[in-house]
């Protein structure tokens, strides 16, 4: 069983979950689109993070679409009362696998009770605003005819607790005047590091920011002297990254997704990986000199 307090707790929202977690989304099939390969392994997946002392779930029901919740569902329901299930709406998925916004009232709501429906809960813990943005990208706009009527079901008690995805300070800071945001989702790692004043500012707020792609995402990440840094600690190079991220701010909430229990195990490992200050000096030339190219 893995030592996931080595790397601390955090709040998010009224929960206090281990800053180690777990993301859903490669339960689905490749492209995130249809059923896994193997459901049984999904399934394990799944059981084994949670008895690893994985206590935060991100997910979506756009993931499949539909799929990654009921695997949840069947895998941990009923749920124990320490998990926390993230979830997130905004957009939906096409025929032909396509990530498309669903950014009207109605599709927000629809998204909501989709939610509810497939993971068999009365009220969802988080409930994230995914902006499509520049896709993996946030982009300034005004947000509040969307985040509103996710605040009027949060005031319904259909969910506990919002957060923001792929957004700017300023989006959060609008959200902020309307309802209470507990946590931001943006893609952030080693070399893609254009939220770290965001991070810091959202560290003074007491909001959570949980990367997306926290090892790159599609494009893993690959650097020389990434490896030759797990080299000399007896460390995966996936590992380091992961074990950075613990130490880049105590906000920090991880989320790395896998489908293979091998992979789990590794991930979670890392909250266990001590970093001196030299060698987080070495990985923070990393991402200086990746933004430098």
Known sequence: MSNLSKAGTYALGDRTVNRMGYGA?????????????????????????????????????FYGPHITNRIIREALAPYAGNLTIVTKVGAT????????????????????HDNLRNLGVDVLDVVNLRLMGDIH?????????????????????????????????????????????????NQYNLVQRADDAM??????????????FPLGGFSPLQSD???AIAGRLGATPM???????????????????????????????????????????ELEAIGVDSALQ
């Open 25 to 61: 989304m490669q339960l689905a099939g490749p492209g995130v689109f249809g059923p896994p390969k193997d459901h049984a392994a999904a399934l394990a997946v799944l059981r084994e993070a949670v008895a690893s002392g994985v206590d935060h779930i991100d997910t979506s029901d």
């Open 93 to 112: 998925r096409g025929d032909d696998a396509s990530w498309l916004p669903a950014r009207e009232p109605h599709q927000l709501v629809q998204g909501v």
């Open 137 to 185: 990208a946030p982009k300034e706009g005004p947000i509040e005819a969307q985040f509103a009527p996710l605040a009027a079901l949060r005031e319904k008690g259909l969910i506990r607790h919002l957060g923001l995805s792929n957004a700017t300070l300023a989006q959060v800071k609008e959200a902020q005047a309307i309802a209470q945001v507990v946590c931001v989702q």
């Open 199 to 212: 991070i810091d500012a959202l560290n003074g707020m007491g909001i959570a920011y949980v990367p997306f």
């Open 225 to 227: 002297a990434l490896n």
């Open 239 to 281: 590992q380091v990254a992961l074990a950075w991220l613990l130490h880049r701010s105590p906000n920090i909430l991880l989320i790395p997704g896998t489908s293979s229990p091998g992979h789990l195990r590794e991930n979670l490992a890392a909250a266990g990986i001590g970093l001196s200050d030299e060698v987080l000096a």
